[in-house]
């Protein structure tokens, strides 16, 4: 707890709430972020004229940015991935969603709801047994040409030609995915259980709508288990999902790129424009950044509902299209943990679902590989790179590259003009989960999610950490709590 002056170096997301009676009555996010990959690209071009692309943006996602912005120019050059190629990505992918969701699970947040005091539960013994399980996927994602430098899966058009997948490879990645596979399956997804047990009345009863999102996005990603033309074009399918009035959810729409919005500057009226344009800090000044270079969140809505990004949306979007590898896998644990699927969708399901996803992806790696032995001639691989396939960007033209990371749904669209990158625009999962209330009143994810939501003591706000952290924002995040006439600063990392 910190009642200190505040100081924000860099961008920084920042969550108001109000308490009435120990309950949330009202919550505000906003913040300032500096987004200026645009700025910076704009009309740049290399030392033989061609526009100047870039392939990672110096964050904290930049493999995901990689593969978004590589997706952006192969829909400019109309380039279809070939199936070897696309079959590598989704390895690639794979192992990162993995490994974001076994440090969350066993290093960020377990304090959350494990108390390492109490020692009844396993899970804090098995935080070493995570590092190790991670480590085989750094050795794999190696063998993929993976590493600090870039990632030469992610290339525009197919892999490299010199890129190494003979069978002693796909061997030694058979083995590495089999140790992960064990340790999720046998240690992860059992941890998860007993904290679900111990945790069950954060989605029953009273509990049932606390921590909520009224509605769920996922853009559709990772190649499906079994490549076939007629079969499901990913792994989890693009779909926008619904709460009930009961709670569950209502049957997946559709959701399209094209159906996203973006207001840059939400019209906010009476006290949300004081809440949101002015935030006070616990001395009364107002928090302070060092320049104008920084603007506040947007708020991004697809056919105006604002909407939660992240592994619970996929799983649950999957789920609701009956998709088998993904639908078996969560009903297996949620009948294990004793909740019910919809349950995914709340305080406690933000965190289980990490690692149901991270098991319905080292499953479906094992099948990956095996595909990998039927697609490894050079067509199925090289793409672009191949002699015989030359590709060429057009002097103006839209494209865009959607990819799912551990936080959401990830989108680059690149607008060439004359030659030229006229725009490179991105939108981040933490700006679809924090964004403000719009100019219609829609409240954001975060700010929805919180409404209601009890809180037992207002200097420890557990609850509405709990809520954060499963929203998984890029930035660091400070939290003002109100109540009683006071405010409480709390600092969420």
Not at 90 to 100: E, K, M, N, T, Y
Not at 365 to 376: D, F, K, S, V, Y
């Amino acid at each position: 707890m910190s009642r200190g002056p505040i100081r924000c170096s860099g961008n920084t997301f920042v969550l108001r709430v109000r308490l009435e009676n120990r309950r949330v009555s009202r919550a505000w996010s906003t913040g300032r972020m500096v987004r200026n990959t645009a700025v910076l690209l704009k009309n740049e071009t290399d030392s033989q004229g061609r526009p100047q692309f870039v392939q990672q943006a110096h964050c904290i996602c930049n493999d995901a940015h990689a593969l978004a912005a590589v997706r952006a120019i192969e829909d400019l050059a109309g380039l279809e991935t070939p199936p070897g190629a696309r079959l590598v990505r989704s390895l690639v992918q794979a192992a990162r969603l993995v490994q974001d969701h076994m440090a969350h699970v066993y290093q960020f947040h377990l304090a959350d709801w494990a108390d390492p005091d109490e020692g009844r539960l396993p899970i804090h013994g098995h935080a070493t047994w995570a590092l190790e399980a991670r480590v085989c996927l750094d050795r794999a994602l190696g063998l993929l040409g993976f590493s600090a430098a870039g990632c030469r899966a992610y290339e525009v058009g197919g892999l490299p030609p010199d890129m190494d997948l003979g069978p002693a490879v796909l061997e030694e990645l058979a083995g590495l995915v089999t140790q992960c596979r064990d340790f999720v399956e046998q240690t992860m997804l059992l941890d998860l259980a007993d904290l679900a047990h111990t945790h069950a009345d954060q989605t029953h009863a009273g509990q049932a709508r606390v921590g909520r999102s009224r509605a769920l996005l996922c853009l559709g990603d990772l190649a499906p288990a079994d490549l076939h033309e007629d079969g499901p074009k990913h792994l989890f399918p693009a779909g926008l999902l619904l709460q009930n009035g009961d709670g569950g959810l209502a049957s997946p729409r559709p959701a399209r790129l094209g159906d996203v919005s973006e207001e840059a500057v939400p019209d906010q009226a009476g006290e949300d424009a004081r809440c949101y344009g002015l935030i006070p800090g616990p001395d009364g000044r107002p928090i302070a950044w060092p320049n104008n270079d920084f603007q506040g969140p947007t708020a991004p809505r697809m056919n105006g509902l604002a909407c939660e990004v992240g592994p619970s949306a996929r799983l649950l979007a999957a789920c609701a299209r009956g998709h088998g590898p993904v639908l078996g896998t969560a009903r297996r644990f949620m009948n294990t943990a004793g909740l019910p699927l919809e349950a995914l969708n709340s305080s406690l399901g933000r965190f289980l679902a990490r690692g149901v996803e991270s098991a319905v992806l080292v499953q479906t790696a094992g099948r990956w590989l095996e595909a990998l032995e039927r697609h490894r001639h050079a067509d199925d691989l090289r793409g672009s790179h191949a002699p015989n396939r030359p590709w060429t960007l057009p002097d103006s033209g839209t494209g865009t590259g959607r990819v799912e990371v551990a936080r959401g749904s990830l989108t680059h669209t690149i607008r060439l003009d004359d030659g030229r990158i006229e725009r490179h625009d991105t939108l981040i999962p933490s700006l679809w989960n924090f964004s403000p209330r719009d100019g219609h009143g829609v409240p954001g994810p975060l700010e929805a999610a919180l409404e209601d939501m009890e809180v037992a003591d207002p200097e420890q706000p557990v609850e509405i950490m709990r809520v954060i952290h499963g929203m998984d924002p890029c930035n660091p995040c400070l939290v003002l709590v109100e109540d009683c006439g006071r405010t409480l600063l709390v600092n969420a990392p």
